[in-house]
């Protein structure tokens, strides 16, 4: 009788669930938000025979924000696509070192072969190899704040300065004012 | 008294010849079923990928659930004694990654998170996927004596590390690699059964690969499939087509219509029928599978058999399934697409059900 029973509850649920999940309400449609579509770098070099400022975009780069802007669907290489999070990357890099360490333990304690030493160095060498690759991928480094902050100066001895920059695609503002150059500055 | 023994001797190699002859027979008749299903599978995946994927999952996507069920139910012990951690961590596992997963589509409608934010919820799940599977290798390993199964860690955060680098490929990985599982259950099963048809069935995985090239060689260049309405366009984004634009949709398409045939033609055919065909062993205790009887006699399942067992809740359950496997078939006579996306979530659970019972028969 009570098998019986929970079966009919079971059922009960079961026919219920697709009603009462049609009758969640529709999710608040989120504000558009404000995208980086393209990460590169950007050198700010004073040049005191200039008339006018340029920004200068290479032919690769501008290919790309083009592909941007148009909104097309681009196919993005494995590097590209492990470039663009940076998460991802260094977790993958931390599951990638533990995976090399467990290898290890689990080497150190097992007994082997001579053809078994040979695999292992190759898988090892391939592992380190891999590892590296991702560590030069990651694109690991000091924030953005720490490359710009010698800017000022920089300016004022007319030395180059170099740093990333991403480029984002904002809403257009109420002030007319086209492009807008955010350089981050910590005070001291 | 001589002759007497001759004419027994006789009898008995007459007997024994037979038993080979037919032996071989069997044989050839198992491989030329197997060998004939698959170019069946691959010719209909290449003609006509779309209709096949449709027609497949209409027809078998329920009843080879209930089967693989009934197979788990047959294989799961009455009392799990040293193997209790083991199945504690698959139940729990199964359950935690069925819910999670199936909260992943409800939590997407939302629109809480961005597509990178979703790549990271991915990976995550992909993690604990592995992480639940690495533990298992290691528990099953520690009933093995005579083997080291430790090394289950490394390969585990390996596989891990990869699925951070790309998480949408490896849950395509999974699409691809969950219907060659079953091929894995089918070989371990033969073992234990059918030892002879064991070199038979490895000819034919050896052919797997031709055919496979094969329709990479016809299907490479085709055109792609339409996918202007919404049935056609899930079914092309569940073979990859999004992820992979540079390949024809409909090679996509075909391959994992061509493997997900195979699959259930193991666990519809193959293994209902190696069940009917083996012999009972001699001297068997209520505790070990019986086989040999219909699938719908609830001695063949020591869970039923057994005196300690459940034979009513094993009954329920088993009535359960069929009553599921009838609600989905008016689901894709109702709507099928939607009956699609919901089948293809839920499926996870048996997806992962597999893994436990995979890792027992090793």
Same mark, same amino acid.
């Given at each position: 009788?009570?098998?019986?029973?929970?079966?009919?509850?079971?059922?009960?649920?079961?026919?219920?669930?697709?009603?009462?999940?049609?009758?969640?309400?529709?999710?608040?449609?989120?504000?558009?938000?404000?995208?980086?579509?393209?990460?590169?770098?950007?050198?700010?070099?004073?040049?005191?025979?200039?008339?006018?400022?340029?920004?200068?975009?290479?032919?690769?780069?501008?290919?790309?924000?083009?592909?941007?802007?148009?909104?097309?669907?681009?196919?993005?290489?494995?590097?590209?696509?492990?470039?663009?999070?940076?998460?991802?990357?260094?977790?993958?890099?931390?599951?990638?070192?533990?995976?090399?360490?467990?290898?290890?333990?689990?080497?150190?304690?097992?007994?082997?072969?001579?053809?078994?030493?040979?695999?292992?160095?190759?898988?090892?060498?391939?592992?380190?190899?891999?590892?590296?690759?991702?560590?030069?991928?990651?694109?690991?480094?000091?924030?953005?704040?720490?490359?710009?902050?010698?800017?000022?100066?920089?300016?004022?001895?007319?030395?180059?300065?170099?740093?990333?920059?991403?480029?984002?695609?904002?809403?257009?503002?109420?002030?007319?004012?086209?492009?807008?150059?955010?350089?981050?500055?910590?005070?001291? | 008294?001589?002759?007497? *023994?001759?004419?027994?001797?006789?009898?008995?190699?007459?007997?024994?010849?037979?038993?080979?002859?037919?032996?071989?027979?069997?044989?050839?008749?198992?491989?030329?079923?197997?060998?004939?299903?698959?170019?069946?599978?691959?010719?209909?995946?290449?003609?006509?990928?779309?209709?096949?994927?449709?027609?497949?999952?209409?027809?078998?996507?329920?009843?080879?659930?209930?089967?693989?069920?009934?197979?788990?139910?047959?294989?799961?012990?009455?009392?799990?004694?040293?193997?209790?951690?083991?199945?504690?961590?698959?139940?729990?596992?199964?359950?935690?990654?069925?819910?999670?997963?199936?909260?992943?589509?409800?939590?997407?409608?939302?629109?809480?998170?961005?597509?990178?934010?979703?790549?990271?919820?991915?990976?995550?799940?992909?993690?604990?996927?592995?992480?639940?599977?690495?533990?298992?290798?290691?528990?099953?390993?520690?009933?093995?004596?005579?083997?080291?199964?430790?090394?289950?860690? *490394?390969?585990?955060?390996?596989?891990?590390?990869?699925?951070?680098?790309?998480?949408?490929?490896?849950?395509?990985?999974?699409?691809?690699?969950? !219907?060659?599982?079953?091929?894995?259950?089918?070989?371990?099963?033969?073992?234990?059964?059918?030892?002879?048809?064991?070199?038979?069935?490895?000819?034919?995985?050896?052919?797997?690969?031709?055919?496979?090239?094969?329709?990479?060689?016809?299907?490479?260049?085709?055109?792609?499939?339409?996918?202007?309405?919404?049935?056609?366009?899930?079914?092309?984004?569940?073979?990859?087509?999004?992820?992979? !634009?540079?390949?024809?949709?409909?090679?996509?398409?075909?391959?994992?219509?061509?493997?997900?045939?195979?699959?259930?033609?193991?666990?519809?055919?193959?293994? !209902?029928?190696?069940?009917?065909?083996?012999?009972?062993?001699?001297?068997?205790?209520?505790?070990?599978?019986?086989?040999?009887?219909?699938?719908?006699?609830?001695?063949?399942?020591?869970?039923?058999?057994?005196?300690?067992?459940?034979?009513?809740?094993?009954?329920?359950?088993?009535?359960?399934?069929?009553?599921?496997?009838?609600?989905?078939?008016?689901?894709?006579?109702?709507?099928?697409?939607?009956?699609?996306?919901?089948?293809?979530?839920?499926?996870?659970?048996?997806?992962?059900?597999?893994?436990?019972?995979?890792?027992?028969?090793?």
């Amino acid at each position: 009788m009570k098998q019986f029973f929970s079966l009919c509850v079971l059922c009960l649920l079961l026919a219920t669930a697709l009603p009462a999940y049609g009758d969640i309400a529709r999710p608040k449609p989120s504000p558009q938000k404000s995208r980086i579509v393209l990460h590169t770098s950007l050198t700010i070099v004073p040049d005191n025979k200039a008339y006018e400022a340029r920004l200068q975009i290479s032919q690769s780069s501008l290919q790309e924000l083009r592909a941007a802007l148009a909104d097309t669907p681009t196919n993005p290489t494995m590097a590209q696509a492990i470039t663009h999070s940076s998460t991802r990357t260094m977790l993958a890099g931390v599951f990638m070192f533990l995976s090399l360490a467990f290898a290890g333990i689990w080497l150190a304690r097992s007994g082997q072969t001579r053809s078994q030493k040979i695999v292992v160095a190759l898988l090892m060498a391939t592992a380190m190899i891999s590892a590296a690759a991702i560590l030069t991928r990651a694109n690991a480094g000091p924030p953005g704040s720490y490359l710009w902050r010698k800017l000022p100066q920089n300016l004022g001895k007319g030395t180059p300065t170099y740093g990333g920059i991403d480029i984002e695609i904002v809403p257009d503002s109420n002030d007319g004012s086209g492009m807008k150059l955010i350089i981050p500055q910590r005070p001291n | 008294m001589e002759r007497t *023994a001759n004419i027994e001797l006789a009898a008995w190699r007459s007997s024994e010849a037979a038993l080979v002859v037919n032996r071989q027979l069997s044989v050839r008749v198992f491989a030329s079923i197997l060998l004939a299903c698959a170019l069946l599978s691959a010719v209909l995946a290449s003609w006509v990928p779309l209709q096949i994927s449709i027609v497949t999952v209409f027809l078998f996507a329920g009843p080879h659930n209930w089967f693989e069920l009934r197979y788990f139910l047959m294989r799961l012990p009455v009392r799990f004694g040293k193997s209790r951690n083991f199945f504690l961590v698959a139940f729990a596992g199964i359950g935690f990654l069925t819910l999670t997963y199936i909260s992943l589509p409800v939590l997407y409608s939302f629109g809480l998170w961005t597509g990178e934010a979703w790549s990271t919820i991915l990976a995550t799940w992909n993690t604990l996927l592995l992480l639940w599977l690495g533990v298992l290798v290691w528990l099953r390993g520690k009933q093995k004596s005579r083997r080291d199964w430790s090394w289950a860690f *490394a390969a585990t955060l390996g596989l891990v590390s990869l699925n951070w680098l790309q998480p949408e490929f490896f849950s395509l990985a999974i699409v691809y690699l969950h !219907p060659l599982i079953a091929l894995w259950f089918l070989d371990r099963h033969l073992r234990r059964t059918r030892p002879a048809w064991l070199r038979a069935y490895h000819r034919c995985l050896c052919l797997l690969p031709i055919l496979i090239a094969g329709m990479v060689w016809k299907s490479s260049q085709a055109a792609a499939l339409p996918d202007d309405n919404g049935l056609f366009w899930r079914i092309t984004q569940h073979a990859g087509a999004q992820l992979l !634009p540079n390949v024809s949709s409909h090679l996509l398409v075909s391959i994992h219509v061509f493997l997900e045939m195979l699959h259930y033609g193991v666990w519809l055919i193959a293994l !209902p029928l190696i069940a009917r065909l083996a012999k009972p062993a001699n001297g068997e205790s209520p505790s070990t599978p019986r086989i040999g009887g219909s699938i719908w006699d609830l001695k063949t399942l020591p869970l039923a058999r057994h005196p300690r067992g459940f034979p009513k809740l094993i009954a329920a359950m088993l009535v359960f399934g069929l009553f599921v496997v009838a609600a989905l078939w008016f689901g894709f006579s109702r709507d099928y697409s939607t009956t699609r996306d919901v089948y293809f979530t839920v499926a996870i659970a048996h997806v992962l059900a597999e893994a436990p019972f995979l890792l027992k028969m090793l």
